[in-house]
């Protein structure tokens, strides 16, 4: 054998997964998917169904296609996007983007006519299964906001956030009392230390020397395109973004409507996942405070172009930074809101709950067909 031969290793080929699903109101959920997928291998390609083929197979969507293309490529373990990916996966589609498997979470999906969507690739054996998240799906989510129309059914304290309610209530009123399916369904989200240290991931690092640090501060509820379009804009003025979370009961107090639509801890999991983010404060002070800017070196305080609500004793949120100088309003050119998506919602009502029955009659349809029922 030839010296040279025996002391050369052959280049480790990378592994590269394939994952695609509608990711239609980007939520942890979904980052989630992705960073279990990205751990099977080394190179994540997502694939994003068009609008017409979730429209086909699933019901409306509530994002644009473009909306989710851009969200999904925001995600801090996505390396690629694949546009209009078919709804059926098949091994065309895996050997096309040079995969060597297809990932997806352990619930079933089923296309218009009731088959497995992953059926080929499963028996060609180039599928893998991660554990699904536990807690939210885009189902709960439109459930949430749907509840925006039954007012009467929500808590009496005065505009008490959604997450004033307990799991019982919260589960009889986005699903009622005959949802059966494990996978329609909606269970309150616990956050462990774990979960944060898997989502912070190498991306949220001290700030370095000449890093010019950002602070922005709101509910970032239900994130979407619209703050990402502003975290985008922020970089303007610096590289390392901090965002601080208002918790649930303060967010009420500026955005009423029974706002947020999802808990403190589910959206501190949510702005975690997005590359732009390097530090999160978790229920941040509603104003700003010199002990916040001093401990972060903070250099722009920076507010988009909605409204700035008065504190509870009637001052302004943002006096500090302005007496320091360094507070900045950007304005993204993106007029989205959660309330925008919230009324796509209550303004396409009666499709949405088509949608969510249909599709859990589906997969029930799949379970009893399979004989098989998620642990």
Known sequence: MDKNDSCTSPTKKPVRVFVDGCFDLVHYGHANALRQAKQLGDYLIVGVHSDA??????GPPVLTEQERYKMVRAIKWVDEVVEGAPYITTMETLDKYNCDFCAHGDDIVVSADGRDTYQEVKDAGRYKIYPRTQGVSTTDLVGRMLLMTRASMLPKHEDAPLSALNTQQLKELTQGSNRKSPYTRVSHFLLTSQKIVQFMGESVKDPQPGDKVIYVAGAFDLFHLGHLDFLESCLQFGNYIVVGLHNDWVVNHYKGLHYPLMTLHERVMSVLAYKLVSAVVIEAPYSVTEE????????????????????????????VAKKRGIFRTVDSGNSLTTNTFTQRIINNMLAYQKRNEEKEARELKQIEQSGKAPS
């Not at 083929?53 to 699933?58: P, Q």
């Open 53 to 58: 083929e979730i429209a086909l197979h699933k």
């Open 292 to 319: 916040l800017l001093d401990h972060f070196k903070v250099d722009y305080v920076i507010h988009g172009r909605t409204p700035v609500v008065p504190d509870k004793d009637g001052s302004d949120p943002y006096e």
